[in-house]
T-cell receptor, first 112, second 117 residues
Framework: QKEVEQDPGPLSVPEGAIVSLNCTYS??????FMWYRQYSRKGPELLMY????GNKEDGRFTAQVDKSSKYISLFIRDSQPSDSATYLC????????????FGTGTQLKVEL | GAVVSQHPSWVICKSGTSVKIECRSL??????MFWYRQFPKQSLMLMAT?????????EQGVEKDKFLINHASLTLSTLTVTSAHPEDSSFYIC?????????????FGPGTRLTVL
C-alpha cells in the first residue's frame, strides 16, 4: 500500500463546475498537507498549505484536512479551463525530516 | 518572489555520457535543495536532499555514485547523471527551501527533461 493514495483520473468537468479532489494516507504522523498544481512539462506550483485538521480557503480553492479519517480534499469552485492541470497532494511531518511525500496526482480537464 | 530556475529545460544525450543539471534559487537563499524524478503519469519521487556545504542525503535505492549532487552555494545545486542510460530518461525537478522559511515549504523549479538515446 502506498503511503499516499490519489485517484489519477482523468477527471473531466464542464466550466463552472465544482471540482473535488481527494487523497488518503496511511501515516498518522503527517502534520502538514499541501496541494500543488502542475501543468504539463512544468514544475509543481504550491496552491494550498494547511497544518493539521481543518479548512482553509483561498479564493476559489478550499482545502480540507480530516486527520481522524486520514483524508484530505481540495475543492475548486467555478472551475475554469485554465484550471486544467494535474493536481498533486503532498504531506510531511517534522520527524520525517520535513520531506514531502506526494500522491500520484489527479489529471483535471475543465471543458468549455 | 521565491523563483527557482533549472538549466537546461531539456537535454538529449547518448548512452554512456554524463549530463549536468543546474538548479538555482533566483531571489532567495536556499539552505536546502531537493532533487526529484518524475516518470510519465507518476508522482514525484524524492532522490536526494542536499544542504549547502555538506554531502547530499540519498533516498533508499538511489545510487549516489550515479547521481552526483553538489550544493556549493546558497543559490546553486547541481545534479550530474553519470554514464547515463535510457532507463535514466525522466523529468528531473529540483526544489528549494528558503533559509529561515517554513520547514515544509518548497519552491519548485520548472524541471529538466532528460532523454538518453
Amino acid at each position: 500500500q502506498k503511503e499516499v493514495e490519489q485517484d489519477p483520473g482523468p477527471l473531466s468537468v464542464p466550466e463552472g463546475a465544482i471540482v473535488s479532489l481527494n487523497c488518503t494516507y496511511s501515516n498518522s504522523a503527517f502534520q502538514y498537507f499541501m496541494w500543488y498544481r502542475q501543468y504539463s512539462r512544468k514544475g509543481p506550483e504550491l496552491l494550498m498549505y494547511t497544518y493539521s485538521s481543518g479548512n482553509k480557503e483561498d479564493g476559489r480553492f478550499t482545502a480540507q484536512v480530516d486527520k481522524s479519517s486520514k483524508y484530505i480534499s481540495l475543492f475548486i469552485r467555478d472551475s475554469q479551463p485554465s484550471d486544467s492541470a494535474t493536481y498533486l497532494c503532498a504531506m510531511s511531518f517534522t520527524g520525517g525530516g520535513n520531506k514531502l511525500t506526494f500522491g500520484t496526482g489527479t489529471q483535471l480537464k475543465v471543458e468549455l | 518572489g521565491a523563483v527557482v530556475s533549472q538549466h537546461p529545460s531539456w537535454v538529449i544525450c547518448k548512452s554512456g555520457t554524463s549530463v549536468k543539471i543546474e538548479c538555482r534559487s533566483l531571489d532567495f537563499q536556499a539552505t536546502t535543495m531537493f532533487w526529484y524524478r518524475q516518470f510519465p503519469k507518476q508522482s514525484l519521487m524524492l532522490m536526494a536532499t542536499s544542504n549547502e556545504g555538506s554531502k547530499a542525503t540519498y533516498e533508499q535505492g538511489v545510487e549516489k555514485d550515479k547521481f552526483l549532487i553538489n550544493h556549493a552555494s546558497l543559490t546553486l545545486s547541481t545534479l550530474t547523471v553519470t554514464s547515463a542510460h535510457p532507463e535514466d530518461s525522466s523529468f528531473y525537478i529540483c526544489s528549494a527551501r528558503e533559509a529561515g522559511g517554513q520547514l515544509n515549504e518548497q519552491f519548485f523549479g520548472p524541471g529538466t527533461r532528460l532523454t538518453v538515446l
